[in-house]
């Protein structure tokens, strides 16, 4: 529990308009990486490229958001990551890489999910406990599917990242959830 009210705190802070949405996308890339959005590498390359010529100006982030336990999986924030000086094609290729090697681990989505409650009942995240226990159970009953960032999240803060492993990326630091 205290890795996940660690990363929901640090994301919670810097997102304060997160919804349930948003924190399950967080927790669900942090357990299984990007291997879900791997189907079609030539539609992938011009999704990617699509989204660097129109994603315009966000929110300051950090180049890169550890989102797992052991550090190794990130959020590599596009604005940020291109403004460093870094090349979209080496972010493009890890990305790939990570989807098609990182290990998913359901069970860490089942317990990072089961958490959120537990976070809620001692006030570490801001969100009513029994609106949290619906919304997992019935992530639970669905069988944990994808999900897009709320609207509330997409609009307040534009997303534009990649889920990486930072083994793929190695010039690339970084920040912890602490």
Not at 137 to 148: E, M, N, T, W
Request: proline content about 7%; charged content about 20%; aromatic content about 10%.
């Amino acid at each position: 529990m205290k890795f996940v009210g660690q990363l929901l705190g640090h994301h919670l802070q810097r997102y304060p308009l997160m919804q349930l949405d948003d924190i399950y996308k967080l927790l669900q890339q942090s357990a299984l990486g990007a291997g879900h959005a791997l189907d079609d590498v030539m539609k992938l390359r011009e999704t990617f490229e699509t989204e660097i010529a129109s994603m315009g100006s966000g929110p300051e982030e950090p180049v890169a958001d550890a989102i797992s336990p052991d550090g190794r999986l990130a959020r590599i924030h596009l604005r940020a990551y291109l403004e460093a000086g870094h090349a979209a094609d080496s972010l493009f290729d890890a990305f790939v890489q990570t989807a098609r090697e990182y290990p998913p681990a359901p069970d860490k989505l089942v317990k990072f999910c089961g958490c959120v409650a537990d976070l809620a009942a001692a006030d570490g995240i801001s969100f009513d406990q029994s609106e949290v226990a619906q919304y997992f159970a019935k992530i639970a009953h669905d069988g944990y599917p994808i999900v897009r960032h709320s609207a509330a999240f997409r609009k307040a803060y534009k997303p534009a990242y990649r889920v990486v492993c930072l083994d793929f990326l190695p010039a690339v630091e970084p920040t912890s959830p602490s």
